[in-house]
């Protein structure tokens, strides 16, 4: 397997060595999770879409552990006698791990269609939200020092 190495890169682009850090970890992961999208929905808010066709809701797992959504497919054992003269909908299992950035919270998730559907929103803590601080003028302290 090749690796790329851009650690000559980091110290010409300033703030941007996490990113790249990023990019060579997910190069470097084995896909074998299903097709997914990555929305932005509004301000701070986003989804992700993954293709389960054929998936029910019970076969599927959602959670989130130290900053790591993670979206697990166990197939359920299957009932009778079927036999495929032909396999082309993947129903193996699959685990799929997202990092979620800071603050950012899963407020939901639904199945439609095929689509797994899961709700993202970045809630910032009230300490972390710029405010404008007010400015005050003395004029009395101006006029007793003249």
Do not use: C
């Amino acid at each position: 397997m090749t690796t790329i190495d851009l650690r000559p890169f980091y110290r010409t682009v300033r703030d941007f060595d996490r990113l790249a850090s990023r990019l060579v970890s997910s190069v470097a992961a084995v896909d074998t999770g299903p097709a997914h999208d990555i929305l932005e929905t509004g301000t701070d808010r986003y989804a992700i879409q993954l293709a389960v066709p054929g998936w029910k809701q019970e076969e599927l797992t959602i959670s989130v552990e130290n900053g790591v959504l993670t979206v697990k497919g166990e197939p359920a054992a299957e009932k009778g006698e079927v036999r495929y003269l032909q396999r082309g909908i993947v129903r193996q299992a699959f685990e799929r791990r997202f990092a979620l950035a800071e603050h950012v919270e899963v407020k939901g998730a639904k199945l439609e269609n095929g689509i797994l559907s899961i709700e993202l929103a970045r809630e910032l803590p009230e300490a972390l939200k710029p405010r404008i601080v007010p400015i005050s003028v003395e004029t009395a302290s101006v006029a007793k020092a003249a």
